[in-house]
């Protein structure tokens, strides 16, 4: 039997920024998880960065502003470890993220405005 285990957990006092947690333990043991830090950014919920063992592996999902990912493969024993890396992760370092992010996004909005001009 498959047990589910989802929750939100938000990460700045103005809601702005929170984690998105879910798993399945199967006796006990993680077989699958995902962990999605997601900004609200420019009216809408966005996500950032993303842990998850989706594709046979663990692995970091940076998601730029355009959609593109990036993938970096974790080297863990096992997937509890892997999980527990990436709740800590997001937990510490959401606002470097969302500032890089940002950044990005400035970016890419300024070479748009300068393609028009």
Do not use: C
């Amino acid at each position: 039997m498959t047990r589910e285990i989802a929750f939100i957990y938000p990460l700045s006092e103005e809601l702005e920024d929170r984690l998105r947690v879910s798993a399945s333990l199967k006796k006990g043991r993680i077989v699958r998880f995902v962990v999605q830090y997601e900004a609200f950014v420019v009216d809408e919920w966005r996500p950032i960065v993303r842990y998850d063992n989706s594709h046979g592996f663990a692995h970091k999902d940076i998601i730029h502003y355009k959609g593109e990912e990036e993938k970096q493969p974790l080297s863990f024993q096992d997937l509890k470890m892997a999980l527990t890396f990436a709740i800590q992760d997001l937990k510490t370092s959401w606002k470097w993220y969302r500032m890089a992010y940002e950044r990005e996004m400035e970016n890419e909005e300024r070479a748009g405005r300068q393609k028009k001009s």
